[in-house]
């Protein structure tokens, strides 16, 4: 069953940061945090790549397991951040300054029958052109999402809290549009210096994604020890991270015949490059007064054979067709194509890929414990080259500089594998 209407108030933030990192994922730094366990989000753009100083929309959508689709949207904000944000309902302001300088904003919440849940929904705004008035093209916009279904009071004594909110996050290259690459990170078996004799498995085909946590829970075995315990997630990737319901398994008696599902909790993904990313797997109920209510947990690709022959993991495979574009600011100057062969290594923590029709090669210098380094690419008749950090590389796209013969930066460069191109 789909439900489809014009949500009530979103906001937008122009934010400084330094790394760019897109998709909706949960967002643990908000009071009450995530308590719909199994819901997931999506946010996308209409067009993926909005023009400077023109409408566009955002439409949101997802499945609704625990309780009715959204009520009300609106935002996470901070004082620092409170001149930066707009509240939008359908195509005009449905909000308005109070004597102290507050916003104040109505919604009426969409009508549900809890018989019907799940609910696939859908809910679209028109940002109106003023949007541009608050927000800065050349810096990565932060879109925050907050989702209130059951309304309360912190004001009465004892108070009355929200019992079913939660937010998303989602940031968005308005300059370029990289966000609409989804990252590549294949299938491997991944692991965190945080949770040793632990691990995350993870598979991938095109935008799906399957994750497993496997870990030990907290539930005992007959002999006292903590029981090997696994959560199923699978979700689609929206730009670089993903979110979705998350299934838990456990065994804590081994003279048990089967495995059943014990829960659904809600797992979250984050992809910072194509060697590093955080998950989440359990988005419980904040407590009052915690500090750290969602914790993620960093994890990079296990390196299982140390040999120098075989393939390093953390070395991506760039074999194929890449296009190179060269950018000064938002105006694109020149595109080439490159086309890379399988590569060898080069010495000891460099790995060497050659042009398949000679004259030009991409060298990338990693340590491959960690997946921690750069590449260069070169062609034999040009004293400039393209860098790029493997930090701002998700498999897809790379964001570096365009070198001079002095190796200082003129332009910006993106890296792009085939046939992606930026909308």
Request: charged content about 20%.
């Amino acid at each position: 069953m789909k439900r489809i209407s014009t949500f009530t108030a979103l906001s937008f933030m122009a934010l400084i940061t330094p790394s760019l990192t897109y998709g909706a994922w949960i967002d643990g730094a908000y009071y009450f945090g995530h308590q719909m366990p199994g819901t997931t989000l999506d946010v996308e753009l209409v067009p993926q790549k909005p023009t400077p100083g023109e409408p566009f929309l955002v439409r949101i959508s997802g499945t609704a397991t625990q309780v009715c689709p959204p009520a009300n949207f609106g935002s996470a904000t901070t004082n620092e951040f409170s001149s930066n944000f707009l509240y939008i309902s359908g195509d005009t302001m449905s909000c308005h300054t109070n004597e102290d300088g507050e916003e104040l904003c109505s919604y009426s919440p969409p009508s549900c029958d809890l018989a019907d849940l799940p609910i696939d929904f859908e809910y679209e705004v028109s940002a109106p052109a003023s949007v541009w008035d608050h927000l800065d093209p050349a810096l990565p916009a932060s879109l925050y999402i907050q989702v209130t279904t059951g309304v309360g009071s912190i004001n009465p004594n004892p108070p009355i809290l929200r019992n079913k909110t939660a937010i998303w996050q989602h940031e968005l290259d308005l300059l370029r549009g990289t966000h609409a690459i989804p990252p590549r990170l294949g299938s491997g078996y991944w692991i965190s210096k945080e949770r040793p004799n632990e691990g995350l498995l993870v598979q991938q085909q095109g935008n799906r994604m399957v994750a497993y946590e496997l870990a030990y829970g907290e539930e005992l075995t007959a002999e006292g020890n903590h029981a090997g315990t696994w959560i199923y997630s699978q979700a689609t990737i929206e730009s670089n991270s993903a979110n979705g319901p998350a299934i838990k398994f456990a065994r804590p008696d081994l003279t048990a015949p089967d495995v059943v599902p014990e829960q659904v909790k809600s797992a979250s993904f984050i992809i910072d490059d194509v060697n590093h990313v955080r998950a989440l797997f359990d988005a419980a109920p904040v407590k009052l007064g915690a500090e750290d209510d969602l914790f993620y947990t960093p994890y990079r690709r296990w390196v299982f054979n140390k040999g120098e022959e075989p393939f390093p993991v953390t070395v991506p495979d760039f074999s194929g067709e890449w296009t190179l574009i060269r950018y000064d600011g938002a105006t694109e100057l020149e595109r080439e194509t490159a086309l890379i062969g399988e590569g060898a290594w080069l010495d000891t923590n460099r790995w060497r890929f050659l042009a398949v029709n000679g004259g030009a090669a991409l060298t990338c210098k990693v340590e491959v414990r960690t997946g921690i380094g750069h590449c260069v690419y070169q062609a034999d008749d040009s004293a400039e080259k393209v860098r790029f950090e493997l930090a701002d590389f998700n498999g897809n796209i790379a964001q570096g500089a365009w070198l001079d013969s002095a190796d200082e930066p003129v332009n910006d460069a993106i890296f792009l594998r085939a046939p992606y191109d930026l909308p």
